[in-house]
C-alpha cells in the first residue's frame, strides 16, 4: 500500500511561532495535498502541489505556505502561528487529482 | 454554504446490520464522489468511487448515485465492528480535476454488538 509519512506526530507552539510540517510520500505520486481537519468542518484543503516547484493555493490558505522541494517531500509552514490554526493536519498524495489519496497519519499541531 | 453535504452527522447500527449514510452535491459540477473511511487515530482511507449512474458494490460495501439529483449514498452491509468510524464524501467535478476533492462533514457509524 502506498505510504505517507508525515512528521512530527505532534507538536506544542505558542502564539507567534515559526512550525513547519514534514510530509514525504514514497509512491511516486505526481499529486500532494495539505488538508486540515476541524469538528464542524471537516477536511478543508490548504495547499496542493502537483510536482517539485509546483504549488497551487486551496480552500483555506490564509496564515499558511508550503513548498514542494522534491517529488517525494512536501512542507507546511506556518511564520506566525496564531491558536485558530489549532487543529489536525493530514498529508494525502494521489496520481491524478479524480484517483485516491493516500493519507498520512495526520500531525496535531496546538498553538497556545 | 457546504458544497457536499452528509447525513446523518451518526449512525448506530446493530452487529450485522445494514448501515445507510447520505450525500448530495449543492454543485451541479460536482458528478464524481468518493467515500472515504477514518478510523480513530488514523487518517482517512479510500472505500470507493462513483460517477455513473446506478449502484457499484465492492465487497459489503454498496455506493448508489443519482445524478440527476447529485445524490450518492453508501450501504454497508453485515455492519462489523471494524466499520466503526467516520465516514466522508468527497467530490469533484468529473472533467475539470485540478482543483481536487471537496469533503464533507462526514457521518459517524457506531457498531454495537
Known amino acids: 500500500e502506498a505510504a505517507v509519512t508525515q512528521s512530527p506526530r505532534n507538536k506544542v507552539t505558542v502564539t507567534g511561532g515559526n512550525v513547519t510540517l514534514s510530509c514525504r510520500q514514497t509512491?511516486?505520486?505526481?499529486?500532494m495535498y495539505w488538508y486540515r481537519q476541524d469538528t464542524g468542518h471537516g477536511l478543508r484543503l490548504i495547499h496542493y502541489?502537483?510536482?517539485?516547484?509546483?504549488?497551487q493555493i486551496g480552500d483555506v490558505p490564509d496564515g499558511y505556505k508550503a513548498t514542494r522541494t522534491t517529488q517525494e517531500d512536501f512542507f507546511l509552514l506556518l511564520e506566525l502561528a496564531s491558536p485558530s490554526q489549532t487543529s489536525l493536519y493530514f498529508c494525502?498524495?494521489?496520481?491524478?487529482?479524480?484517483?485516491?489519496?493516500?493519507f498520512g497519519h495526520g500531525t496535531k499541531l496546538s498553538v497556545l | 454554504q457546504q458544497k457536499v453535504q452528509q447525513s446523518p452527522e451518526s449512525l448506530s447500527v446493530p452487529e450485522g446490520g445494514m448501515a445507510s449514510l447520505n450525500c448530495t452535491s449543492s454543485?451541479?459540477?460536482?458528478?464524481y464522489f468518493w467515500w472515504y473511511r477514518q478510523h480513530s487515530g488514523e487518517g482517512p482511507k479510500a472505500l470507493m468511487?462513483?460517477?455513473?449512474?446506478g449502484d457499484k458494490k465492492e465487497g459489503r460495501f454498496t455506493a448508489h448515485l443519482n445524478k440527476a439529483s447529485l445524490h450518492v449514498s453508501l450501504h454497508i452491509r453485515d455492519s462489523q465492528p471494524s466499520d466503526s468510524a467516520l465516514y466522508f464524501c468527497?467530490?469533484?467535478?468529473?472533467?475539470?480535476?485540478?482543483?481536487?476533492?471537496?469533503f464533507g462533514l462526514g457521518t459517524r457509524v457506531s457498531v454495537f454488538p
Open positions: 494525502a498524495s494521489s496520481m491524478t487529482t479524480n484517483e485516491r489519496l493516500f
Open positions: 509512491n511516486s505520486h505526481n499529486y
Open positions: 502541489s502537483y510536482g517539485a516547484g509546483n504549488l
Open positions: 454543485d451541479r459540477n460536482f458528478q
Open positions: 468511487s462513483i460517477f455513473s449512474d
Open positions: 468527497a467530490a469533484s467535478e468529473l472533467n475539470n480535476y485540478a482543483q481536487g476533492l471537496t
